[in-house]
């Protein structure tokens, strides 16, 4: 079933201008839980939309939903997502996936470094990732799953001239070679990246090494700059994301 949050995240991540469709979705993406008690009047007051451009976004979705019609659905499918994950989830262990994976670490380190990665997932208001596209789409799953416990995590557009980094944000770089977070670094900086926490995924030793450390941490996965293969180990690390915050910080395991 394509719930609502999946057609919002299908445009947000692919959207390629600064529009109102755009700031809907945002907005409402950093504004889930509230979603429950959330009315029209509320939005166009908090994003300063025009009313014509949200209510044909709404019917763009996907059926010619009025707005009571889309609140009433898009509740719903969070129900539905809630019990689509809790099934997917039924006795899934972090370990026993850690067991299946190639790591430079040991699998209780590994974790001990998944659970910190989760900690400031939750510790952060918003969460931005940052990387080539094909590596971000792998995190869809990971940014649809974090969006329905209530975080926010977005994928970072050039364009959003609102996208300006403070220490409430956790900014996750996915670079085989760490090229990608250095060339960021060195020619945002008009964003202000190094208030915000970062995490580089890496295949790149260098940047473990502290003379060359460019990020507050570094999980760097085993290779050497091979892209079919840090792409399979990103789907296991998002995937073990996933299941750590799950039955860490929602269900408090």
Same mark, same amino acid.
């Given at each position: 079933?394509?719930?609502?949050?999946?057609r919002?995240?299908?445009?947000?991540?692919?959207?390629?201008?600064?529009?109102?469709?755009? *700031?809907?979705?945002?907005?409402?993406?950093?504004?889930?839980?509230?979603?429950?008690?959330?009315? *029209?009047?509320?939005?166009? =007051?908090?994003?300063?939309?025009?009313?014509?451009?949200?209510d044909?976004?709404?019917?763009?979705?996907?059926c010619?939903?009025?707005?009571?019609?889309?609140?009433r659905?898009?509740?719903?499918?969070?129900?539905?997502?809630?019990?689509?994950?809790?099934?997917?989830?039924?006795?899934?262990?972090?370990a026993?996936?850690?067991? *299946?994976?190639?790591?430079?670490?040991?699998?209780?380190d590994? %974790?001990?470094?998944?659970?910190?990665?989760?900690?400031?997932?939750? $510790?952060?208001? $918003?969460?931005?990732?940052?990387?080539?596209?094909?590596?971000?789409?792998? =995190?869809?799953? @990971?940014?649809?799953?974090?969006?329905?416990?209530? *975080?926010?995590?977005?994928?970072?557009?050039?364009y959003?001239?609102?996208?300006?980094?403070?220490?409430?944000?956790?900014?996750?770089?996915?670079?085989?070679?760490?090229?990608?977070?250095?060339?960021?670094?060195?020619? $945002?900086?008009d964003?202000t990246?190094?208030?915000?926490?970062?995490?580089?995924?890496?295949?790149?030793?260098? /940047?473990?090494?502290?003379?060359?450390?460019?990020?507050? /941490?570094?999980?760097?996965?085993?290779?050497?700059?091979?892209?079919?293969?840090?792409? !399979?180990?990103?789907?296991?690390? @998002?995937? %073990?994301?996933?299941?750590? !915050?799950?039955?860490?910080?929602?269900?408090?395991?």
């Open positions: 079933m394509d719930v609502l949050l999946s919002i995240l299908k445009y947000l991540n692919g959207a390629l201008v600064y529009d109102d469709a755009y *700031k809907f979705c945002t907005y409402i993406v950093d504004h889930y839980l509230e979603m429950e008690s959330m009315t *029209k009047e509320r939005i166009l =007051a908090d994003t300063g939309i025009d009313e014509n451009n949200m044909d976004f709404i019917r763009r979705l996907g010619d939903f009025d707005w009571d019609l889309f609140h659905t898009f509740v719903q499918h969070h129900l539905t997502r809630l019990d689509q994950i809790r099934g997917r989830m039924v006795g899934l262990r972090a026993d996936l850690v067991d *299946k994976m190639q790591s430079d670490l040991s699998g209780e590994l %974790l001990n470094y998944v659970s910190m990665i989760c900690e400031q997932i939750d $510790r952060h208001r $918003r969460t931005v990732i940052i990387g080539a596209l094909y590596p971000m789409s792998i =995190a869809v799953e @990971f940014q649809t799953d974090l969006i329905t416990f209530g *975080k926010n995590i977005v994928q970072f557009h050039n959003d001239p609102t996208m300006k980094f403070t220490g409430d944000d956790l900014l996750i770089f996915i670079s085989a070679t760490g090229r990608a977070m250095k060339g960021f670094l060195n020619s $945002r900086d964003l990246p190094e208030a915000a926490t970062s995490l580089l995924i890496t295949q790149n030793p260098v /940047y473990t090494r502290p003379e060359h450390k460019i990020s507050s /941490y570094v999980l760097r996965l085993p290779g050497r700059y091979d892209g079919l293969d840090f792409n !399979y180990q990103l789907m296991q690390i @998002f995937d %073990l994301l996933r299941i750590q !915050y799950y039955q860490k910080y929602y269900l408090g395991l």
